[in-house]
């Protein structure tokens, strides 16, 4: 079995979109997807594209992916790789290749300069949670994420 990551490119909107829903119903939440092949097409490959994306393949077929961006740290006054999603198919779980994203991702973060490489889990999702205590990686219990969407979003803008 050959694991390997490449950078993914637009011919990959559609299995990243697979995945993404995969991800979702996974984490209870498939009704929430909004995303479109075209409108991640134009957020990852496009002129404006902040994103950046992986696809992890085993023997040639793809089992997973990565999606992050850089974020900024102002006490350290350096950028960070934030990990927006991380996603192994069912059939490749326990296979390495969760690892291997994550190796590869900071390797991205040491080649870049950045201070930091973070994300978020569920609290539910035992089975990432080991796998991101394994590498070495802690919770950040003292902080509480927050976020403003939709209609909440909307009424503080024009507020």
Known sequence: MTTSIRNAVPEDAETILRFITELA????????????????????????????????????????????????????????????????????????????????????AIAEGCGRFEWSVLDWNEPAIRVYEAVGAEPMSEWKRYRLAGAALKALAND
Do not use: M, N
């Not at 490959?45 to 994306?53: K, L, S, Y």
């Not at 006490?75 to 960070?80: C, H, I, N, P, V």
């Not at 790789?81 to 296979?95: A, F, K, W």
């Open 25 to 108: 119903i996974y984490e209870k939440a498939g009704h929430e997807v909004e995303a479109t092949v075209e409108r991640l097409q134009a957020s990852l490959f496009g002129p404006d594209a902040i994103t950046h994306a992986v696809i992890c393949e085993v023997d040639g077929v793809p089992a997973g992916f990565a999606i992050w961006f850089y974020s900024f740290s102002t006490w350290q006054a350096l950028k960070g790789l934030y990990l927006e999603d991380l996603y192994v198919t069912p059939e490749y779980r326990g296979s390495g290749a969760g690892k291997l994203l994550l190796k590869h991702l900071a390797r991205i």
